[in-house]
């Protein structure tokens, strides 16, 4: 299996695997590195209500589990409607038979946007969605950056990794939110 962290179209050694651009890497565990931060999976406002807004626990999503989880600077977006998250929805046949048991898009936006969006793209039946409505995740992960000058305040770097138990076994990060060469399925599926 390849492990390795991808930024535009370079490709780093071990050593280099996310150090710089994030701050976990290949090896590094997501649940420790992100500790007491929990996702928000994505739902209308009456199950928000009826869960009493509830939140995912990290463990629960990565325990024991083989998942792809791919981040993206916002939920009706450009790049993330047209490409990221189709690239998902038409290879989720291939992650099945690699035995992952979930593939996760993640987003600095609130639960309900992420709900709206995922039934408007009809990905929600492949793809699970889950809000970092107040970019604790990324910002833990050091995945975070500043889209002010976009209009769209603090956001995700656009990435992917592929991570079995907790541990990251390869991560990619686009070297600019616009860009779509290394977070896409086909390279994540080649790392599997």
Known sequence: MASALVRGARRFPPAMWGRGFAKVAAGDDIVAAAPDVALQKARSWDEGVSSNFSTTPLKDLFQGKKVVIFGLPGAYTGVCSAQHVPSYQKNIDKFKAKGVNSVICVAVND???MNAWAEKLQAKDAIEFYGDFDGKFHKSLELDI?????????????????????????LNVEKAPSEFKVSGAEVILDQI
């Open 111 to 113: 639960p309900y946007s």
């Open 146 to 170: 500043d889209l002010s000058a976009a209009l769209l305040g603090p956001r995700s770097h656009r990435w992917s990794a592929y991570v079995e138990d907790g541990k990251i076994k390869a």
